[in-house]
């Protein structure tokens, strides 16, 4: 899986992690936590501050998962995770909400 695709669905699934864990989720977000969970094989909350890299190392190099993931996500639909992964093809590719450049940009 490349870079990009990988850490789009480890920032949106630790996203939706976060939100579930602090109460912000939906229940179709808490739905979406709890069966991303089941895939990764997860009985119990993950510590925060291994989330994001149980979630990448989960995902690395397991297609089939991450589009398992990718679809849970997708259900979800509602807030910030869902929004980040509506489609996903990137190759070379570079996006944000903001970007801000300082001195000279070569895109060539």
Request: no cysteine.
């Amino acid at each position: 899986m490349d870079t990009i695709t990988l850490a789009t669905l480890t920032s949106a699934a630790t996203l939706l992690a976060t939100d579930a864990a602090r109460g912000l989720a939906s229940e179709a977000g808490k739905s979406a936590w709890e069966g991303i969970k089941r895939l990764l094989g997860w009985e119990r909350e993950p510590e925060a501050e291994n989330l994001a890299r149980g979630i990448a190392e989960a995902l690395d190099g397991d297609a089939t998962l991450a589009h398992e993931v990718l679809s849970h996500l997708k259900l979800q639909g509602i807030g910030p995770s869902g929004a980040l992964v509506g489609r996903i093809t990137a190759k070379n590719v570079i996006a944000g909400n903001h970007v801000e450049i300082h001195g000279g940009l070569n895109l060539s």
